[in-house]
C-alpha cells in the first residue's frame, strides 16, 4: 500500500515521467554504433552528473530541493543501470527476455501496458 497521498494520478505521473525519459533517450541512441548497455550506462553517469551541476544552479531554492532533485535523479539513473545490467544478464526479474538493441524499446512497452492495467 503506498504512503497517504500517493494517489493514482501520483503514480501514473511518476510512470508517465520514466516514459518520456526512455522515449528520449530511445532518440538519442538511435542511429548510435556504442552498444545499448553502454550508453544506458553512459547516460545514467551523464544524467547524474548534469543534475549536481546544472540544476543546483538554475534553481534558487536548490538546497532545500536538493534531496529531492538527487533522490530523482537516483530514481531515473537506476532505472537505466538495471535495464543495463538486464542486459548483461540477457533477462529481467521476471524471466521476460532482454536484448542489446532491443531492451529501451520493451521498456517502453511495458510501460505503457503498465500505465493501462494498474491500479491502487
Excluded at 537506476?78 to 520493451?106: F, M, P, T, W
Amino acid at each position: 500500500m503506498p504512503p497517504s497521498g500517493f494517489s493514482q494520478k501520483a503514480i501514473n505521473g511518476l510512470l508517465e515521467f520514466v516514459n518520456a525519459n526512455y522515449r528520449v533517450i530511445a532518440e538519442k541512441y538511435e542511429g548510435r554504433s556504442l552498444s545499448e548497455r553502454d550508453f544506458l550506462e553512459q547516460t545514467a553517469d551523464e544524467l547524474e552528473r548534469q543534475v549536481r551541476t546544472t540544476l543546483i544552479e538554475r534553481f534558487p531554492d536548490a538546497t532545500k530541493l536538493n534531496g529531492g532533485i538527487e533522490g530523482l535523479t537516483t530514481f531515473v539513473s537506476e532505472c537505466y543501470r538495471d535495464l543495463a545490467q538486464e542486459i548483461c544478464i540477457g533477462y529481467d526479474k521476471h524471466s521476460r527476455l532482454v536484448i542489446d538493441g532491443n531492451a529501451i524499446q520493451k521498456e517502453l512497452n511495458q510501460i505503457h501496458s503498465y500505465l493501462v492495467r494498474f491500479k491502487i
